[in-house]
Nanobody, 123 residues
Framework: QVQLVESGGGLVQAGGSLRLSCAAS????????MGWFRQAPGNEREFVAA????????NYADSVKGRFTISRDNAKNTVYLQMSSLKPEDTAVYYC????????????????WGQGTQVTVSS
């Protein structure tokens, strides 16, 4: 089992920045690909970003490319999502996810999910 706990959400003005963190516990963190997803009210959950177990390979949704950066620190069992140039349409609950396969992470077929953290961007 892997437990995932997100933090760092909050209220920010458009154009601002936030950094989300996801702390993992349980089985070996460094063997899992990690990802971030988000769900806005009335919408389905959507993929945001993914990172391989080594941190070498990353994937991003087109809507966040150039604005968001995913990274990880395997020594701290933590994955991050640095969000910049935030827009009101980025408002959503952001979820951390983990799976042994980065392809499955990107596809949203994750073995483990966190509880989510709210990000609200005001205009």
């Amino acid at each position: 089992q892997v437990q995932l706990v997100e933090s760092g959400g909050g209220l920010v003005q458009a154009g601002g920045s936030l950094r989300l963190s996801c702390a993992a516990s349980g089985r070996t963190f460094s063997s899992y690909a990690m990802g971030w997803f988000r769900q806005a009210p009335g919408n389905e959950r959507e993929f945001v970003a993914a990172i391989s177990w080594s941190g070498v390979s990353t994937n991003y949704a087109d809507s966040v490319k150039g604005r968001f950066t995913i990274s990880r620190d395997n020594a701290k069992n933590t994955v991050y999502l640095q969000m910049s140039s935030l827009k009101p349409e980025d408002t959503a609950v952001y979820y951390c996810a983990a799976d042994e396969s980065r392809a499955r992470v990107v596809a949203g077929i994750n073995a483990y999910w966190g509880q989510g953290t709210q990000v609200t961007v005001s205009s």
